[in-house]
């Protein structure tokens, strides 16, 4: 029990993702809602409305996710370094959490540079996940 404890940071980081995802899920939703949109139509391409930004939020979201989740997984279980999971672990989300209110609030480059940040923690969670396969 004591070596997964040295996760602490990793698991509080998923956690966080968990709640962010389901947080942009209600939005999305509620957004959807509140524009009249009919469920299952594609929304349409116009960043001046609020649903469309909420919905690719959620949506790029979704494409990076199961990375993060397969990596933490995977570094966790092949006891990779507790100090640097939990630290990439936790700047991805912070990006992704940053990611989310600048699409929200449609601001472009912040938006970008966000982005770009959260796949290079992404990356750094690899390269140690892939350090405690080859131990």
């Known amino acids: 029990m004591e070596e997964i404890a040295a ?3 990793t698991g509080l980081a998923m956690g966080i993702a968990g709640g962010l995802l389901f947080l942009q899920l209600l939005v999305t939703d509620l957004a959807g809602l509140r524009a009249g949109h009919i469920p299952g139509a594609p929304v349409p391409t116009d960043h001046a409305r609020f649903v ?3 919905t690719r939020a959620t949506a ?3 494409e990076s ?3 993060f989740i397969l990596f ?3 570094g966790i279980l092949s006891k990779s370094d507790p100090l640097w ?3 990439m672990a936790t700047l991805y989300v912070a990006m992704r959490g ?5 699409y929200w609030f449609n601001i472009k ?3 970008s540079v966000f982005f770009g940040i959260s796949l290079l923690a992404l990356l750094g969670l690899g390269v140690v996940m892939a350090g405690g396969l080859i131990h």
């Open 109 to 111: 480059l912040a938006r």
């Open 60 to 62: 790029n979201m979704n």
């Open 85 to 87: 999971l939990g630290r």
């Open 98 to 102: 940053a990611y989310m209110l600048c």
């Open 65 to 67: 996710v199961a990375i």
């Open 7 to 9: 996760y602490h940071q």
């Open 72 to 74: 933490t997984l995977i």
């Open 52 to 54: 469309f930004r909420a």
